[in-house]
């Protein structure tokens, strides 16, 4: 199966469209240059999601590729619904669909999904607000003022 081509000018940009509900960009590929060009999703909904997801359980996180930060939400795999809601609202934000993880805790096999964004120059201002150098240099979330 060939990969979606997609190309962007200065008036248009192409979402490939699942069904009839659903806007997604999953599977395509962006260039860095793609993704800072997309200054459409700095739009106050999209800001107000992240925003109340990164008071719970979602973070910012900076790759050691890239200078923008990418979204990451976690929920454990018994909110898949609200896992799936989420990463319906953000899909076309992402690359990829949600990822299933495992992990132990305390002494307990314990499920869960994850939703990733790509990065994103409009994601950097929000990451500014919430996260902040430890003494270690280590970036450390916050609840900002």
Same mark, same amino acid.
């Given at each position: ?25 999953? @599977?395509? #590929? ?9 200054? *459409? ?11 109340? #997801? ?19 939400? $976690?929920? @454990?795999? &018994? ?5 799936? *809601?989420?990463?319906? %609202? &953000?899909?076309?934000?992402? %690359? ?15 499920? *869960?999904?994850?939703?990733? $964004? ?5 994601? %950097? ?7 902040? %150098?430890? $003494?270690?240099? =280590?970036?450390? =979330?916050?609840?900002?003022?």
């Amino acid at each position: 199966m060939n990969k979606p081509k997609i190309e962007l000018n200065k008036t248009t940009f192409l979402v490939v469209k699942t069904d009839k509900w659903l806007a997604s960009t999953v @599977g395509i #590929h962006f260039t860095q240059d793609l993704r800072n060009q997309i200054s *459409f999703l700095y739009s106050s909904e999209i800001i107000s999601q992240i925003t109340g #997801h990164l008071l719970g359980d979602g973070n910012l996180s900076m790759s050691w590729s890239s200078k923008n930060p990418y979204f990451v939400f $976690t929920q @454990g795999f &018994l909110r898949f619904k609200y896992s799936w *809601f989420v990463f319906n %609202k &953000l899909s076309f934000l992402c %690359k990829s669909s949600p990822r299933l993880g495992i992990s132990i805790r305390k002494g307990k096999i314990s499920y *869960f999904i994850q939703v990733y $964004t790509r990065s994103y120059p409009f994601l %950097k201002e929000i990451y500014n607000l919430f996260y902040i %150098k430890d $003494t270690n240099n =280590k970036s450390v =979330k916050i609840i900002p003022k």
